[in-house]
């Protein structure tokens, strides 16, 4: 059920992202690491030891970032740049500071796939924090990173 509703969530906060395409687009790129990665938080424990603390941390993380990035899209459509600008920043801050716990936990990852898909997610996690990732990278990573996951900790 979690899944379904981070999923609608992220649809609206995709669409709310659209108002930023100004500033770079970097608030639909955010939007995507959020949604992709958060939609698979699902609660049973996996066989991998680092699952929970995986999915932990999608939790943790994703509420925030979304606020961040309606919070900048609101602003944003509203006219107010310094406002969606600073919103902004504290998504790619939240994005870093996920990056580097996130980063902990992947040397940890005993999965193979599940291990790539973090590491690759990471990736782009780091990147967005800079202003470096973009969309299209966001979405591939975070998709495979969703369906690795669901598979290894079911």
Do not use: H
């Amino acid at each position: 059920m979690r899944v379904f509703m981070f999923a609608g969530v992220a649809a609206m906060v995709l669409a709310l992202g659209a108002g930023c395409a100004g500033q770079g687009g970097e608030s639909d790129t955010a939007a995507s690491v959020a949604a992709t990665s958060a939609a698979a938080s699902p609660s049973a424990a996996g066989g991998d030891e680092t699952c929970d603390p995986l999915k932990a941390l999608q939790v943790q993380y994703f509420d925030k970032i979304i606020a961040g990035l309606q919070k900048a899209s609101q602003a944003a459509q509203s006219g107010d740049s310094a406002g969606g600008a600073a919103a902004l920043a504290e998504a790619r801050k939240l994005a870093t500071e996920w990056a580097g716990k996130l980063e902990l936990l992947s040397g940890q990852v005993a999965d193979p796939e599940l291990k790539s898909a973090v590491t690759q997610f990471l990736g782009q996690l780091k990147q967005f924090g800079t202003g470096e990732a973009n969309i299209a990278q966001i979405q591939t990573a975070g998709p495979a990173l969703t369906s690795v996951l669901l598979k290894a900790c079911p």
